[in-house]
């Protein structure tokens, strides 16, 4: 599941992706259809697994 902006077909704004259990996974922001400064990601319990920064969809800082 995953809530997002959509905005002349493509992704803008703040995004949500859920695990199959409904608990988020990671969420952050598109802009044009890109990932864009940063994103959380968490395991199937809520629990905060990392944080990391894209720029233009490229992951610049806590990528693994």
């Known amino acids: 599941k995953e809530k997002c902006n959509w905005s002349a077909g493509m ?12 608990i988020l996974a990671e969420s952050g ?4 259809n890109l990932k864009s400064g940063e994103w959380n990601f968490y395991d199937s319990t809520g629990r905060l697994e990392r944080t990391a920064v894209f720029e233009r969809d490229r992951c610049i800082s806590g990528c693994d």
């Open 11 to 22: 992704a803008n704004g703040r995004t949500e992706y859920y695990h199959p259990n409904g």
């Open 29 to 32: 922001d598109f802009n044009q």
